[in-house]
């Protein structure tokens, strides 16, 4: 079974600053997909950022962008120059093909003024 | 406003109860996943149709069953309702066929929050 970890529960950072949420994942597949999911005090689900593990270049929407590392098997999310809004559980996700999207226990993001 | 349609918001019940809840998908998607989030808790996989068939089951109680009717909406029916089933019910559609595994990530609902009193 596949299993999504993200170590750090809670983190904060200064506004306009910037951050990296961790997220480690395991598997034996090597075809794959991983996404970062935020969810605001209003509790919707919102995409962030989705990666697809046989593309080796890293994912980048906008000031969010992510360190995929496959053969650690390690998907980190950095969030540049922070605003309020972003303020957020941000939840790892995976992916196998055909199968449901698995997700990680979430990191809580506050960004401070 | 994602798409997703969930119904109703907010939904207070005693225990031993049984309710229902709705999801109509985004236009288009043929998927529909339900999830369950439990008090400052990550999601956790109900269930998931394709096209009105079961394709999976999570961690689904046997008090709960779901279905997926020919308009594509889904509903999931809890019953016997016990404290700890109170959490936020997400819904959550795809455009693909699970089965041939597009990736694309799913678009979720505003989601239900059940209280069991």
């Known amino acids: 079974a596949q299993t999504v970890t993200q170590s750090q529960p809670e983190m904060s950072v200064q506004e306009a600053e910037t951050v990296t949420l961790s997220c480690t994942y395991d598997?034996?597949?090597?075809?794959?997909?991983l996404f970062w999911y935020k969810q605001p005090p209003s509790r919707q689900m919102i995409l962030v950022i989705r990666q697809e593990a046989y593309k080796q270049q890293n994912a980048t929407e906008n000031r969010f962008s992510v360190n995929f590392q496959k053969a650690a098997k390690s998907f980190s999310l950095k969030i540049s120059d922070s605003q309020l809004g972003d303020t957020a559980m941000y939840f790892c996700a995976f992916m196998k093909p055909g199968n449901d999207m698995r997700f990680g226990a979430g990191t809580r993001l506050t960004v401070k003024p | 406003d994602s798409g997703v349609t969930q119904t109703p918001k907010h939904l207070i019940t005693a225990t031993g109860q049984r309710v229902t809840l709705r999801c109509s998908p985004r236009s288009g998607d043929l998927s529909v996943y339900w999830y369950q989030q439990s008090l400052d808790q990550g999601l956790q996989f109900l269930i998931q149709y394709y096209n009105g068939e079961e394709r999976a089951k999570g961690n689904i109680l046997e008090r709960f069953s779901a279905q997926q009717f020919p308009d594509l909406h889904s509903e999931l029916n809890l019953s016997s309702l016990e404290l700890g089933d109170s959490a936020l019910y997400f819904c959550?559609?795809?455009?693909?066929?699970?089965?041939?595994?597009?990736?694309?990530?799913?678009?979720f609902g505003s989601g239900t929050r059940l209280t069991v009193v």
């Open positions: 598997t034996s597949e090597s075809n794959y997909y």
């Open positions: 959550a559609s795809s455009v693909g066929d699970p089965g041939q595994g597009a990736g694309y990530g799913y678009t």
